[in-house]
């Protein structure tokens, strides 16, 4: 049984329509955990640009996009984007997003060049190289924000590729400030 939105989650429609999904199709999109963490993250920042690797239903595309960024979210799964599409357009955000169709080991050297405030990850373990391709597209002083960290992969050695990065280790989730 899918649990019902948060009352206070602005976008718990797409995070309960993610989590269907993921019942129906157990294809691996999961939404993250804390939407409005990422929002806070983004609006203190004063990020004007995103870059998001996992679209999945676009729950983390809203909160992103709601701060006024503007997302680049890569995802393999077509159909995914296409649901996101639709439900980033019934929240009228549509257009502070920008859909990325493929691996993101492929898709990610093609936006490196946007210079992002922030760079998240919140799709499957962890892997040095994912989170070398993250980085690879902040500009210095940018947030990479590393969701996952306790599913394995390669947790440790990115924790260790990132300590001399200003970085805070919330269990879950990483957050490290690219060196200037």
């Known amino acids: 049984m899918t649990p019902a939105p948060a009352t206070n989650d602005q976008f718990g429609d797409i995070k309960t329509a993610t989590l269907t999904h993921l019942e129906q199709h157990g294809c691996g999109c999961y939404p993250y955990s804390d939407g409005s963490l990422l929002a806070t993250l983004t609006a203190t920042a004063g ?21 006024g960024a503007h997302v680049h979210t890569v995802d393999r799964d077509a159909d995914h984007q296409h649901l996101a599409r ?32 922030i760079a998240f990850f919140d799709g499957y373990p962890p892997t040095i190289a994912i989170v070398t391709a993250l980085a690879a597209t902040l500009r210095p002083g940018g ?25 805070t280790d919330l269990g879950e989730t990483l957050l490290a400030v690219k060196p200037r």
């Open 47 to 67: 990020a004007a640009t995103v870059i998001e690797l996992g679209t999945a239903l676009g729950y983390s595309a809203a909160w992103f996009a709601s701060t």
């Open 86 to 117: 639709k439900a980033l357009t019934g929240h009228r955000l549509a257009n502070r997003v920008t859909f990325h169709t493929g691996e993101g080991s492929a898709c990610l050297p093609t936006v490196a060049h946007l210079g992002a405030d």
């Open 143 to 167: 947030l990479l924000i590393a969701g996952n960290m306790t599913l394995g992969g390669q947790a440790g050695q990115i924790r260790t590729q990132l300590a001399t990065w200003q970085h």
